[in-house]
C-alpha cells in the first residue's frame, strides 16, 4: 500500500473527493523571485520574506535564517499576491 493511500485510511475513512485544483480555487501564483525585483536583506528591511524554507507542518516558522525585505519590497509583494485571512500556502519540496 502506498503512502498516501495508507494516510488515507487513516484521515478520511469514508473517502475523499478528487478535483481539478483550477477547479476550486480563485487564483494561483507563484513567488516573486526577489533577483529579479528586489535585494534581500539590506540595512533597512525589517519584514521577513517568508520562502519554503519557513513552511513547517503548518505554521510559518520564523528564524534567524530568514531573509528580510524593505517596505518597497513588502509593498510589491503584497500588491502581486492579495494575501488574506484563511488564503492557503502550499509547496513542494522535491527530493533529490
Given at each position: 500500500?502506498?503512502?498516501?493511500?495508507?494516510?488515507?485510511q487513516?484521515?478520511?475513512?469514508?473517502?475523499?473527493e478528487?478535483?481539478?485544483l483550477?477547479?476550486?480555487?480563485?487564483?494561483?501564483k507563484?513567488?516573486?523571485?526577489?533577483?529579479?525585483?528586489?535585494?534581500?536583506?539590506?540595512?533597512?528591511?525589517?519584514?521577513?520574506?517568508?520562502?519554503?524554507?519557513?513552511?513547517?507542518?503548518?505554521?510559518?516558522?520564523?528564524?534567524?535564517?530568514?531573509?528580510?525585505?524593505?517596505?518597497?519590497?513588502?509593498?510589491?509583494?503584497?500588491?502581486?499576491?492579495?494575501?488574506?485571512?484563511?488564503?492557503?500556502?502550499?509547496?513542494?519540496?522535491?527530493?533529490?
Amino acid at each position: 500500500m502506498h503512502k498516501i493511500e495508507q494516510l488515507l485510511q487513516t484521515l478520511a475513512p469514508k473517502g475523499v473527493e478528487f478535483r481539478k485544483l483550477g477547479d476550486i480555487i480563485l487564483s494561483l501564483k507563484t513567488g516573486l523571485n526577489p533577483r529579479k525585483f528586489f535585494k534581500l536583506n539590506t540595512p533597512n528591511a525589517n519584514n521577513y520574506y517568508v520562502t519554503v524554507r519557513e513552511l513547517e507542518e503548518y505554521t510559518i516558522k520564523f528564524t534567524h535564517q530568514t531573509d528580510r525585505i524593505d517596505d518597497n519590497a513588502l509593498s510589491l509583494c503584497l500588491k502581486r499576491s492579495n494575501l488574506e485571512k484563511d488564503d492557503i500556502f502550499y509547496s513542494l519540496e522535491l527530493e533529490q
